[in-house]
């Protein structure tokens, strides 16, 4: 299993980003796939994750970011609007596959106030 992981950047408070992740190998719609987060000096978080049509969200997401995913090429993206200072971090994707989870390499998001 391989991430491949696109979007990011810098964007001024109240702005929007969306992120991208591709997903390749036996990876289909059961398999939970999304996004984690991990600013300076923070554990890393859950951002959203997806699977077999139903999202969950962190509390500190919920309403402003939304996951989408195309099964059919194990894609998901990533809508953030309304994005704060506090979502500054580096977004991590990641995909659960059997026992194991997977993750792609990180794409830094900046929110400038």
């Known amino acids: 299993v391989q991430l491949q992981a696109s979007g990011g950047g810098l964007v001024q408070a109240g702005g929007s980003l969306r992120l991208s992740c591709q997903a390749s190998g036996p990876i289909s719609s059961i398999n939970p796939m999304g996004w984690f987060r991990q600013a300076p000096g923070k554990q890393r978080e859950l951002v959203a994750t997806i699977a077999s049509g139903v999202a969950n969200y962190g509390d500190s997401v919920q309403g402003r970011f939304t996951i989408s995913r195309d099964d059919a090429t194990n894609t998901v993206v990533l809508q953030m609007n309304s994005l704060k200072p506090e979502d500054t971090a580096v977004y991590y994707c990641?995909?659960?596959?059997?026992?194991?989870?997977?993750w792609g390499q990180g794409t830094l998001v900046t929110v400038s106030s």
């Open positions: 990641s995909v659960a596959y059997r026992t194991n989870s997977y």
